[in-house]
């Protein structure tokens, strides 16, 4: 996902008042490094799990797949973290244009694009994982399929509002990845994620994301690329699954 097209926006320009625009510069740093260096370690771990797994089972095919999708997202995470707080910080910028005060600005802000995917798939998260803890499970395996499958269904709406795959082919992407995610977690934890992908809201604000990226990510080629290589897994796997 591109996001140089934040310089060309429509949004009016706010006048910088002290340090405020070499303070969001820093902040906005902090924050994709920190998101990175978290995301790093979760995207890593996975690659260990990936490798430590094809040493014992010798399917080579299918966990190097795993590694180029942990890879993958993990090269686009410092884009995306620097995307989500300087949308943040432009949304801020609108509200105290609009006559609110930076407390209004901090407590009402609405979340855009990619932002308001995640916020919503969280509390839709903290209503499901009281049940997977009763269960007495871990809760790992859940949380990080429920990430995946939100970063997959995204892109599958993203390929259908770029006009990179028709709507047929981005229903069978995404059943694919219910299946294929389905496949490595317990019974409880299947439960929870049918519920999670099956909730209106949550698929409607996926779709708006999606529909609200259009000027930005159609235009960048590792979105495109991103999608055919997971498109292409995906068809290669679907007997399998």
Known sequence: MTYDGLQHTNIPSVPATGNRAGHNVATTARFTIRGTMYLSRFALGRVLLHVLAMLGDGCFRFHVAGITRELTWLALA??????THRCLIRASMRRRQAGCSDRDATTELQYPGVVRVFVTATALLLTLIPSVRAAGLPEYGFEAAAQEITQLFWLAETATACGWAQDADAAKFRDFSVRFLMAH????HRKALASL?????????LRRAAWEGVDQNCTNSRWRLGWLSFKAAADEHETEY
Request: charged share 30%; no cysteine.
């Open 78 to 83: 410092p884009t995306l973290f620097t995307r």
């Open 185 to 188: 977690l317990s019974q409880t």
């Open 197 to 205: 992908v099956t909730e209106e809201r949550y698929k409607a604000e």
